[in-house]
């Protein structure tokens, strides 16, 4: 049973407009959640995270929102830019395990010049 | 130069072979982690340890092992009772902060 959710398996988007990732998750102790952001053939490298006592966190084009009555959590990227194709991964983890980060299956970003 | 090297990048073994998989970090992380990523199923657990000569299974440790000697080295052996080995395989490092983890590039295993 998939404890992080992403439904959209892949998402394309033309070059310079808005990129909205969407993630859900089941477990009410997730207290923390990530993104990752990975090419293909290489390790994915964090992106932004944001703390449940928050709902929005800003990194220049990235923003993650956090709606935590609906266990859900949104990837924001404005302008989108042909560079940012890869593949996007939600993650979570919890006060009693930090340590232990659940992923969600990811979503394939295509931006389109 | 600070990071998490992992090799080979690519390797090929016959089926009922083992094959141990490296990871070496120098980033003085305490906690390191296995992960195995397939198509459509993102990164599953494998093993993680959190200090020197201690580690826990994860979600799919079945027919995996690993050893925790030193803290720069978190060897992943791949056991021929791994019913499908063929996956490309991450290792990670973690401060000790929330849960943020670096990455080193995987490894590629394919049993032919």
């Known amino acids: 049973d998939q404890q992080v959710k992403q439904n959209s398996p892949s998402l394309s988007v033309q070059e310079g407009r808005i990129s909205i990732l969407n993630c859900d998750y089941t477990n009410s102790m997730f207290d923390y959640f990530l993104w990752y952001k990975k090419y293909p053939a290489e390790g994915p490298t964090f992106l932004i995270s944001i703390s449940s006592i928050k709902d929005k966190n800003e990194d220049g084009r990235f923003t993650v929102f956090l709606n935590k009555s609906a266990k859900h959590l949104s990837l924001h990227i404005v302008p989108s830019q042909p560079g940012d194709s890869a593949v996007y991964f939600c993650?979570?983890?919890?006060?009693?395990?930090?340590?232990?980060?659940?992923f969600g299956p990811g979503t394939s970003l295509s931006v389109i010049p | 130069d600070g990071g998490i090297t992992q090799s080979p990048k690519y390797l090929f073994r016959k089926e009922g072979q083992n094959v141990t998989l490296s990871c070496e970090q120098n980033?003085?992380?305490?906690?390191m982690y296995w992960y195995r990523q397939d198509p459509g199923q993102g990164l599953r657990l494998i093993y993680y340890?959190?200090?020197?000569?201690?580690?826990q299974k994860g979600d799919i440790a079945e027919g995996y092992s690993v050893s925790r000697e030193k803290k720069e080295s978190f060897p992943l052996t791949v056991t021929s009772a791994q019913k499908n080995p063929t996956a490309f395989y991450l290792c990670?490092?973690?401060?000790?902060?929330?849960?943020?983890?670096?990455f080193g590039p995987g490894t590629r295993l394919t049993v032919l």
């Open positions: 993650a979570a983890s919890s006060k009693t395990s930090y340590d232990k980060v659940i």
């Open positions: 980033l003085n992380h305490d906690a």
């Open positions: 990670a490092t973690n401060s000790g902060g929330f849960g943020e983890q670096f």
């Open positions: 340890s959190q200090i020197v000569n201690d580690f």
